[in-house]
């Protein structure tokens, strides 16, 4: 009579499971080797979002390559040069008018017309001697009153006017800035002689 060996089943159960992990494992093996392509799922997130900063970046370099542009523009055309606005012409000094016998008929019968108002106004005078008078008492130089009169005698010469020409030189140079409102046509308004007079002579004790 034959022995058959004893057959042990735990061994067998084993050996089973060690045969389909092996198989298993090659078919995987294969398929690695048989799939270069295949890349993990690891590298894949990581070149997806290598990706992504690239294309940031490159959004980034464009849009300060935009801004910076009208800068080179701006910097690369010439600036027109700066248009200075015309300084109004300084009106010409008054020239002392000397003897009555040698003026114009214009400057005579504006010497008429100053000597008898004590309110002047320069719409009333005709000859350019005088309405430069005006010109330069309008803009504070109370000195032309002095020169528009000198060497012209006295009897020509309105006495309000003769107390202001007086007066004048002995003021301080805060006198003189005060007087300069008395001796203008302030807001159209007539050189009233006789209060000039007044106040430049109390100034200029």
């Known amino acids: 009579m034959i022995r058959l060996p004893k057959i042990n089943l735990n061994s067998i159960c084993i050996g089973a499971v060690i045969f389909a992990v092996g198989a298993a494992s090659g078919v995987l093996l294969e398929r690695a080797i048989g799939s270069p392509d295949v890349v993990p799922a690891d590298t894949e997130a990581t070149a997806e979002a290598d990706g992504e900063t690239a294309a940031e970046d490159a959004i980034l370099a464009e849009l300060n390559e935009s801004d910076a542009q009208p800068q080179k523009e701006s910097e690369s055309q010439p600036q027109a040069p700066k248009v200075e606005e015309p300084k109004p012409a300084p009106a010409t000094n008054v ?16 010497i008429k017309y100053l000597k008898e108002n004590d309110a002047w106004a320069s719409s009333k005078v005709r000859s350019p001697r005088f309405k430069n008078m005006f010109t330069q008492l309008n803009s504070g130089n109370i000195d032309a009153i002095i020169t528009a009169f000198s060497g012209l005698e006295k009897d020509y010469v309105n006495g309000y006017a003769t107390k202001v020409i007086s007066a004048i030189p002995k003021l301080s140079s805060d006198g003189r800035e005060k007087a300069k409102k008395f001796l203008c046509e302030e807001k159209g308004e007539t050189i009233k002689l006789s209060w000039a007079a007044k106040k430049i002579g109390e100034m200029a004790k």
């Open 95 to 110: 020239q002392p008018i000397g003897k009555y016998e040698s003026l114009s008929e214009a400057e005579k019968a504006d």
